[in-house]
Structures are given as C-alpha cells and as structure tokens.
C-alpha cells in the first residue's frame, strides 16, 4: 500500500516518522545501499508489517527520507538566511557553520548532498528529491542577498540568483573537503572567499 493510500491517525503519524527516523539515522551512517529494511525495523522498534502499511518498498522509504533530510537540514535554516543581510552577519554564519563541523569533528558531510551522491545517477525520482531540497537551500540563502539589495549593501542589478547559487556551491563543496580532509581548514576557505566577493560587491558606503 502506498503512503498516499494511507489515512493517518496521529499514532500512525508518529509510527511512520519514526521509520523515517530510522531510516535516515542508519542511512546517513551505512550509506542506502548498507541499510536494510530489516535494520530499519529493528531500530525503529516496529514490525516488518508496519514498515510495509506505511512504505510499499525501500525505494518508497529513500523518497521519505529525502524529504525529511530536506526539512531536517533547511527548514530550521530558512527564517534565519532571512536576517544575513550584511557581510558581518555572513561571516557570523560561516563562523556558526565551521563551529558545528568541529563538534561533529566534521563527519558526515552534508546529509542531502549524500543522499544525492549515492543515488542521483540511479534513481530519477531521488535526484529530483535531493534537487527540490538544494533549490530550497539556494532559495533560502536569496533571502539574505535580496536583503542585501534593498537595504542598499549590494548594488542595484546584483545577480542575486547567481550570488545564492555559488554561496551555496562553496558550502556543499567545503563540507565535501572538510569530511574528507577532517579538517575545517578547505570549509573556511571555500566561505570565506565568496564571503570576500560578496564584501567587494557591496556599496562603497557600506
């Protein structure tokens, strides 16, 4: 049965998330290919049938972990690229940024990025779940630079599509280098430039 046929009660609700749950806790760490759904229901703590009410197969499973990724990773983030309306709160970021990735002591990289990865040249539907997720991201990461622009910091015809797209492009690629370099120096670096460009595309007023 598809998720779509299923009504959910607020229990089911809760069962489902919890698969999810589980399947992207052990994804993240296993990679798809080395989660099972046998894995997944033991650390869920549900039946084998509870996954299959919710979940028609482990492809139907990825497809939600995609989703909870997406909203995992930028939902918590989207009010907040809102307020980076200066170069000073930019660099606030990166600090915040760079300051996460030494608490995790930069493993893992970036979830949605990983998820794409492994599945992107496999999996049409996947591919299309992790780009919906990063366009979320860049449209995010806009809010600040169309800030930005009214208030004056960057000058009228500013790219800002452009601008949003290469900071994100930075992170993503320094979050790649930090996890494998286990270092936060190329992460830093990869901010801090397009931080500088931004900062050289900025009024001279301000």
Same mark, same amino acid.
């Given at each position: 049965? +598809?998720?779509?046929?299923?009504?959910?009660?607020?229990?089911?609700?809760?069962t489902r998330r919890r698969i999810v749950e589980a399947a992207a806790d052990l994804m993240f760490?296993?990679?798809v290919a080395g989660t099972t759904l046998d894995q997944v229901r033991d650390h869920a703590g549900v039946s084998s049938s509870q996954i299959y009410h919710y979940?028609?197969?482990?492809?139907? !499973?990825?497809?939600? @972990?995609?989703?909870?990724?997406?909203?995992?990773?930028? +939902?918590?983030?989207? +009010?907040?690229?809102?307020?980076?309306?200066?170069?000073?709160? !930019?660099r606030s970021?990166?600090?915040? @940024?760079?300051?996460?990735?030494?608490r995790v002591q930069c493993q893992g990289g970036c979830p949605i990025a990983a998820l794409g990865s492994q599945l992107g040249e496999l999996d049409h539907d996947a591919r299309s779940?992790?780009?919906?997720?990063?366009?979320?991201?860049?449209a995010a990461i806009r809010q600040g630079f169309d800030a930005m622009l009214?208030?004056?910091?960057?000058?009228?015809?500013?790219?800002v599509d452009a601008l949003s797209t290469a900071m994100l492009a930075s992170l993503q690629g320094g979050l790649l280098l930090c996890q494998m370099h286990r270092s936060t120096a190329p992460l830093e670096a990869a901010m801090s430039t397009m931080i500088d460009h931004v900062? !050289?595309?900025?009024?001279?007023?301000?």
């Open positions: 049965m +598809s998720t779509q046929a299923v009504k959910l009660t607020s229990k089911g609700a809760a760490v296993h990679g979940f028609a197969d482990k492809d139907a !499973l990825v497809r939600a @972990v995609i989703d909870f990724q997406n909203d995992a990773v930028v +939902s918590e983030q989207e +009010s907040a690229f809102a307020q980076l309306d200066s170069v000073a709160a !930019l970021w990166r600090d915040e @940024v760079v300051a996460h990735q030494r779940g992790v780009a919906a997720g990063f366009h979320r991201w860049q009214d208030n004056g910091t960057l000058p009228a015809g500013t790219d900062e !050289l595309l900025a009024t001279p007023a301000r």
